[in-house]
Structure formats: structure tokens, C-alpha cells
């Protein structure tokens, strides 16, 4: 298996706590071995491994990272040369991205039978998915750097937000 952005991340996030594989292990009760090994691009990232750093260490990038490769797709960790991930530079990007994404949305109609639309209009509400989909990874990065930056726990954050949906009876538990 080749090295991906996961088995980066996670020796990146073991690196910035200052452990080794072995006190690793020792938290998430494997062998550091298979630390190792999931470090090195030879077994994937594990979902125990993700959510220990995002619950103990407040980082969600290697559970991001992992779900990326897992499925092949969703938010990961933007880290291009192009990339600011200072609060105010994410804040102002997530704003921008958002606003494109609203009257890229507006700009569309989906009243009509998927059947009955033109190329054209399919080309547009294409377009208006992808500023969508820029939008989300946006808020992403946007929540993931706040609440590094101000100690707002990723973990419990969700759970609130979970909460907030199964009381709103949007999701079942």
C-alpha cells in the first residue's frame, strides 16, 4: 500500500505531542508495530488512531485524512504552498467561498424534472455543486482551525451538533 496523506498526518499529529510509536501504542492499546506500520502507508489509518488525536489532542486532520482515503473522497486538510490556515485568512476565505457557493445555488433551478433539463442548465448546477463543495471543505478547514486555535474540543463539537439533529428528529439515534 502506498503512503498516503493519512500516515502523514498521523505521524505529523504523534510528532506534535512529543510521543514515540511505543507511548503511542500504549494509548490506543496496539503494538507499535502496527503504529508503525500505519505511519509507513502499510496498513491504513485506523479509526481508533483518528479518533484518539481528535478526542485526546483536539486534531481532527488525521481522522479528515483517514475518512478521505477510506472512501475517496470529502474535506482533508488543505496544505498546498497556495494555503494560509491562519483563523483570519480561514475565516475570510470560508466567507468568500460561502457567498459563491449561496449565489452559485441561487443561480439555479431545480424545479424541474432532472429530464427536462437542458445541457446547458446541467452545466450550471454542475458548477453550482462544485462552489458547494468548495464551500464545505472551506467551513471545514474553518471549524477544524478554531477549535485548535481557541480549544474548542472537534470531538464534542460534532456531539452537540448530533444531539442538536436527533432532537430536531433529522436523524434517528
Not at 94 to 107: D, F, G, K, V
Request: charged share 25%; aromatic share 10%; with cysteine.
Amino acid at each position: 500500500m502506498k503512503r498516503g496523506r493519512a500516515a502523514d498526518a498521523v505521524k505529523e499529529a504523534r510528532q506534535k505531542t512529543g510521543m514515540t510509536q511505543q507511548q503511542l501504542s500504549f494509548e490506543i492499546y496496539e503494538s507499535r508495530e502496527s503504529v508503525s506500520h500505519q505511519e509507513n502507508g502499510r496498513y491504513r489509518v485506523q479509526p481508533n488512531i483518528s479518533k484518539y488525536f481528535a478526542e485526546k489532542h483536539n486534531n481532527p486532520w488525521v481522522a479528515l485524512e483517514a475518512a478521505a482515503e477510506y472512501t475517496g473522497w470529502g474535506p482533508v486538510k488543505l496544505n498546498g504552498d497556495a494555503v494560509d490556515l491562519h483563523r483570519a485568512s480561514v475565516t475570510m476565505k470560508t466567507r468568500e467561498e460561502l457567498t459563491e457557493a449561496l449565489e452559485a445555488i441561487e443561480s439555479v433551478c431545480v424545479a424541474n424534472h432532472p429530464r427536462s433539463i437542458r445541457e446547458f442548465d446541467k452545466q450550471r448546477l454542475e458548477e453550482a455543486m462544485m462552489q458547494a463543495i468548495d464551500a464545505i471543505v472551506a467551513l471545514t478547514q474553518y471549524v477544524a482551525v478554531i477549535c485548535m486555535d481557541y480549544g474548542f474540543s472537534w470531538w464534542k463539537m460534532w456531539q452537540k451538533h448530533r444531539a442538536k439533529l436527533q432532537a430536531k428528529g433529522f436523524i434517528r439515534q
